[in-house]
């Protein structure tokens, strides 16, 4: 079984676009948790972790460094109301 961090660590320093919200940040980190592994992005100083996952992640692009992503509805807006 490959390790999905593994799959997913070269995507640090990656900018992370979600296809409804659009540009959410740099990831900093990618950080295995018991559910699934995340990418720590920060918004206004805030961390917000944001699943990586094969129902999550749409396209990789290595060249422009982009990772895009549709996440569920109202996750980044549930971190920045924190």
Do not use: H
């Not at 990418?39 to 917000?48: H, L, M, N, R, S």
Request: overall charge negative; cysteine-free.
């Amino acid at each position: 079984k490959t390790d999905i961090a593994d799959w997913y660590s070269f995507t640090v320093d990656f900018m992370l676009i979600d296809k409804s919200y659009g540009e959410v940040g740099i990831i900093q980190d990618i950080l295995q948790l018991p559910a699934n592994d995340v990418a720590q992005v920060f918004i206004d100083e805030k961390e917000v972790l944001l699943p990586l996952n094969d129902s999550t992640v749409i396209e990789i692009n290595k060249r422009k460094k982009q990772v895009l992503v549709q996440l569920p509805d109202g996750i980044i807006n549930m971190y920045l109301s924190l």
